[in-house]
């Protein structure tokens, strides 16, 4: 199965049709009377579906299995036709639209399976995806383009050349895949002069996004935060909060991250962790819909 580990968790939403299509109007009174032998179309149909829903993932072997928290069943009838809609939602990782195509399916096959006896004529028609929310397709091309970062390494080490960086080029990457142009990329050593001053070189420079990464642990080294702290406008909790709960899900150790969030002005500035492992997880907890904040920020909100 494809790896959904680094994804966060939605409400996902996906509605599904099938259209049953008999070949007599009596077939259709039969329905509508409830006078069909085996038993209530309906009725029959929709527990099948209900049954069939949850049994996705075992008869299609890459469909992760997944919470199941609601699914509605409705049928309209125009002429011979009876259309079936399938609605699933869950507030998981992945979405649930095949999930709703095969309950589509199990409904559409239950009722032909009940009404051959009385109608030879039976087709089953236009099986598919009506529509789907949640999940990154929806926040697409809503964020504002044009966004510049600066990526700064605080480490001692890797400022003298010890070791190597691996958790600022996580960052660009990530940075990349949302469409948001590096313009710095620099290495300084765990200096609290140091740190402010580039925060404020990057803001008055114009850079949207400056993200620190290193300095946020407890050694008495880790001094990122108490140079950030006092030149930020405005903290932000949400995402603070937002990287360390996704982290605690991976590690027990992510509580022990002082991670930042806050403006400066109009610029963002991030603190994250310096191993390789926490800042890329930082970023996946937030990026892109982190981006919607310039949106807000310069007053072109994206509801």
Do not use: W
């Amino acid at each position: 199965m494809v790896d959904i580990t680094h994804k966060n968790t939605t409400l996902r939403t996906a509605v599904a049709q099938a259209i049953v299509k008999v070949s007599k109007q009596e077939t259709i009174d039969a329905i509508k009377n409830d006078t069909v032998p085996k038993g209530h179309v309906f009725a029959m149909s929709k527990a099948a579906g209900l049954l069939g829903v949850k049994r996705t993932p075992d008869i299609l072997p890459d469909c992760h299995p997944l919470p199941i928290e609601f699914t509605g069943v409705e049928y309209d009838i125009n002429d011979l036709e009876i259309t079936v809609l399938f609605t699933v939602k869950t507030i998981y990782k992945t979405g649930v639209e095949v999930e709703a195509m095969h309950g589509a399916s199990v409904v559409a096959l239950n009722m032909y399976d009940m009404l051959k006896p009385i109608d030879k004529g039976i087709e089953i028609l236009s099986i598919k995806l009506l529509n789907k929310k949640g999940g990154k397709s929806d926040f697409k091309n809503k964020f504002r383009t044009g966004l510049t970062a600066a990526v700064i390494v605080c480490s001692d080490t890797i400022s003298a050349g010890q070791k190597e960086d691996k958790a600022g080029k996580a960052i660009i990457s990530k940075l990349e895949e949302s469409q948001v142009t590096v313009r710095d990329y620099i290495i300084i050593p765990d200096e609290l002069e140091i740190i402010q001053n580039k925060a404020r070189h990057y803001q008055e420079n114009g850079v949207d996004l400056i993200i620190y990464t290193g300095g946020t642990g407890l050694s008495n080294r880790d001094v990122t935060p108490e140079a950030l702290l006092p030149i930020l406008d405005r903290r932000i909790p949400g995402i603070e909060e937002a990287i360390r709960n996704y982290g605690q899900d991976r590690t027990p150790y992510s509580m022990l991250s002082r991670s930042l969030a806050g403006t400066i002005k109009n610029t963002l500035v991030l603190a994250l962790p310096g191993s390789t492992n926490g800042a890329r997880e930082s970023m996946d907890a937030i990026f892109p819909s982190v981006l919607h904040i310039f949106g807000i920020l310069r007053g072109a909100r994206h509801d």
